[in-house]
């Protein structure tokens, strides 16, 4: 397959964005079903109250159990119906499918890549209907052609899909199905909690072959959560720990105190798209479809509502870059990918984590992706070698 990355490369030490606390909205696309995710290269620090909560968080118990695979994506993968149970703030089971699909030479295994998708993340990463659409992909599928590269290349692939595939758990918002005291971050246990049973049950806790993940949006979020939060980042976590973790497009829920702000939250001057100004405000829509289904109750749409004179007082907390963790440093190393055509409050939000990262990271800016990176060639051409190169 050929790859035309077409990037400009980003440094790791970039300058900080200018911010301002205009109450002034730039023009923003809204496009995105899924959780928009922004980036920019900055690093605020707000001053919010923080509750009394553990700097780490503790993953739960999952069983699996083999299931059938649907039709779609790449052929050949054993599925299983992961059953999650023990998460903090979750009480109850939830239901998750995972499906593996082993490298062609088994014997030149090269490592182990996990993908999750955006938004509440209901859909696989070969076929979700958002990385659909561009004709230089096969089938106009670049998801799948992500995925069965990285394979290609002798890589065990593991996706997650954020349903029930028998229907007998209500779960309308995928993983952000709450309530949850801490939201989204409390929330991401489910993934971290699958991720660490799929290397623990089915890869028996292999050490010797690299782990990495990817994510886009939403998705980005739960491996920022997994390597920060959940301690998936540095060899004292539960394992696994990932060699090289790649988000793309975000993570959206980097600093949800000031996505919830309305017209008093930051604005900033982004390098990628270059020069753009854009806001952190997730707006109502977002609010009410990506972040308040992870709260007992509306509480983002009340603070944008409020804007930002009402915040709920853990938003800060419960972010990627939260207040118990400002400066986060990983043996995990980080590569951020952008795409010069997403507007969205994901690029700002994003690149303050990206910014506050003390260890080793890299980023890229992708010239015409939009917020659904993967669905362009050159965005999915540029994850492929992104992790054929780095995962090792």
Request: negative net charge; hydrophobic residues 35%.
């Amino acid at each position: 397959m050929s790859l035309l990355p077409s990037v400009s490369r980003l440094s790791t030490k970039l300058p900080l964005i200018s911010r301002t606390h205009r109450i002034v909205q730039p023009d923003r696309k809204l496009s995105c079903v899924r959780f928009i995710a922004v980036l920019f290269f900055a690093s605020t620090a707000l001053a919010f109250p923080s509750g009394a909560h553990p700097a780490r968080n503790k993953i739960g118990t999952a069983t699996l159990t083999v299931h059938t695979c649907d039709a779609t994506g790449l052929a050949g993968g054993t599925c299983y119906r992961a059953v999650v149970s023990n998460c903090a703030e979750a009480p109850g089971q939830f239901v998750a499918v995972v499906k593996i699909n082993q490298p062609p030479n088994i014997s030149q295994l090269q490592g182990t890549v996990f993908f999750t998708t955006g938004g509440t993340g209901v859909a696989l990463y070969d076929y979700d209907q958002d990385f659909l659409g561009d004709s230089r992909c096969s089938g106009s599928n670049c998801g799948l052609m992500t995925v069965q590269s990285i394979n290609s290349a002798n890589y065990r692939t593991v996706q997650i899909q954020f349903t029930d595939p028998e229907g007998l758990i209500s779960e309308p918002d995928g993983w952000l199905t709450g309530p949850a005291t801490d939201g989204p971050r409390a929330l991401a246990c489910r993934y971290a909690t699958v991720v660490h049973a799929v290397w623990t049950l089915l890869l028996k806790k292999d050490t010797t072959h690299p782990v990495c993940a990817t994510g886009n949006s939403g998705g980005g979020a739960l491996v920022g959560y997994a390597i920060t939060q959940y301690g998936m980042g540095n060899a004292n976590g539960p394992g696994p720990e990932f060699t090289m973790a790649e988000p793309t497009s975000g993570p959206p829920y980097a600093r949800i105190d000031q996505g919830c702000a309305g017209s008093a939250a930051p604005i900033a001057t982004v390098s990628c798209p270059a020069g753009d100004q854009i806001s952190d405000d997730y707006g109502l829509t977002i609010a009410a479809d990506f972040v308040d289904p992870a709260y007992p109750s509306d509480v983002c749409t009340v603070d944008i509502n409020s804007n930002g004179t009402n915040p709920y007082k853990d938003f800060h907390h419960d972010s990627v870059l939260s207040d118990d963790d400002p400066t986060p440093s990983y043996q995990t190393y980080v590569r951020s990918l952008f795409g010069s055509d997403d507007l969205t409050e994901a690029v700002p939000l994003g690149l303050e984590w990206f910014n506050a990262i003390k260890s080793n990271k890299s980023g890229a800016c992708i010239v015409g992706a939009p917020h659904e990176l993967p669905e362009n060639f050159n965005g999915a051409s540029q994850i492929v070698t992104d992790v054929t190169s780095l995962c090792k």
